[in-house]
Every structure is written in C-alpha cells, then in structure tokens.
C-alpha cells in the first residue's frame, strides 16, 4: 500500500493523485496523496504554492 505523503493514510482508498518529475530524461515519482485536499495541504504547508 502506498501512504498519502501529507496524512499518511493510504491512497488506494480514495481518489489517488501521483506527482512525477523529469529528470535526465526519466519520470521520477515525487509524491502520492489522497486526493487535491491533500496535496494542496502539502503544497500551502511547505508554501509551494503560488501566490502563498
């Protein structure tokens, strides 16, 4: 099973969003969470998101 990476829970229980990134070439998987909620909570928490 794989942990929401703000709440811990596990993701394959709800509406699953991935995060990747590119680098040299290769799709990297950064991040896996529950759902938008929480990964707009991750995003504010860390103030990734733009215009926080």
């Keep these: 099973m794989t942990e929401c ?3 811990g ?3 394959e229980y709800a509406e699953p969003v991935f995060i990747e990134e590119l680098r040299s070439g290769m799709r990297i998987s ?3 969470f529950c759902d938008y909620d ?11 998101a733009p215009g926080r």
Excluded at 38 to 48: F, I, K, S, V
């Design 9 to 11: 829970n596990e993701v």
């Design 30 to 32: 950064t991040g896996s």
């Design 38 to 48: 929480c990964l707009l909570a991750y995003l504010e928490a860390r103030r990734l």
């Design 5 to 7: 990476a703000y709440c």
